[in-house]
T-cell receptor
Framework: DGGITQSPKYLFRKEGQNVTLSCEQNLNHDAMYWYRQDPGQGLRLIYYSQIVNDFQKGDIAEGYSVSREKKESFPLTVTSAQKNPTAFYLC???????????FGPGTRLTVL | KQEVTQIPAALSVPEGENLVLNCSFTDSAIYNLQWFRQDPGKGLTSLLLIQSSQREQTSGRLNASLDKSSGRSTLYIAASQPGDSATYLCAVPSPGNNRKLIWGLGTSLAVNP
């Protein structure tokens, strides 16, 4: 089955810890994205990558980091510098040159 | 600055009713517009994408229209079913960078049996 997988589905973090959220796609898409979703707010773009070994900051990149070493993988690290990390995180991908985005099932991160 | 608004924020209808969800945007110079569905606690499912040159797109019981000049898109759902209950989101590319999408807050739809 082609698609986007995110793991884990639920993640709990203690304050001061870094955590990494996984996003993998087997759609052969070039571009990948990370969004954050909070109640009452629209989706906000954290980082995006159009090609391997390259990525750009979105609107709320502070406190987050990413890597794109492989075409199919785009992990997101939530660092201790992110002051309010509790949220639902969504990963998406698209074909190069096309902005129609396809989403994974999401990871819910809770800071204890 | 592009802004996307969806009205109403919530809608409750009886099963079988035809309904219209609205999406408006402030900058009419859009590349395309995309409609998504989100079930509670789940990711987004792409429903329809309308290119700027198109007036409408259809998929099954769903029909999306686009009127760039008035800054509006509508999502028409025919013969609604309880399984259509979800939040519906629309998004348009940011002017100057079509990799960035500008999102509405969504319409939460409940279809009652």
């Amino acid at each position: 089955d082609g698609g986007i997988t995110q793991s884990p589905k639920y993640l709990f973090r203690k304050e001061g810890q870094n955590v990494t959220l996984s996003c993998e796609q087997n759609l052969n898409h070039d571009a990948m994205y990370w969004y954050r979703q909070d109640p009452g707010q629209g989706l906000r773009l954290i980082y995006y990558s159009q090609i391997v070994n390259d990525f750009q900051k979105g609107d709320i990149a502070e406190g987050y980091s990413v890597s794109r070493e492989k075409k199919e993988s785009f992990p997101l690290t939530v660092t201790s510098a992110q002051k309010n990390p509790t949220a639902f995180y969504l990963c998406a991908s698209s074909i190069q040159g096309d902005n129609e985005q396809f989403f994974g099932p999401g990871t819910r991160l809770t800071v204890l | 600055k592009q802004e996307v608004t969806q009205i109403p924020a919530a809608l409750s209808v009886p099963e079988g009713e035809n309904l219209v969800l609205n999406c408006s945007f402030t900058d009419s110079a859009i590349y395309n517009l995309q409609w998504f569905r989100q079930d509670p606690g789940k990711g987004l499912t792409s429903l329809l994408l309308i290119q700027s040159s198109q007036r409408e797109q259809t998929s099954g019981r769903l029909n999306a229209s686009l009127d760039k000049s008035s800054g509006r898109s509508t999502l028409y759902i025919a013969a609604s079913q309880p399984g259509d209950s979800a939040t519906y989101l629309c998004a348009v590319p940011s002017p100057g960078n079509n990799r960035k999408l500008i999102w509405g807050l969504g319409t939460s739809l409940a279809v009652n049996p």
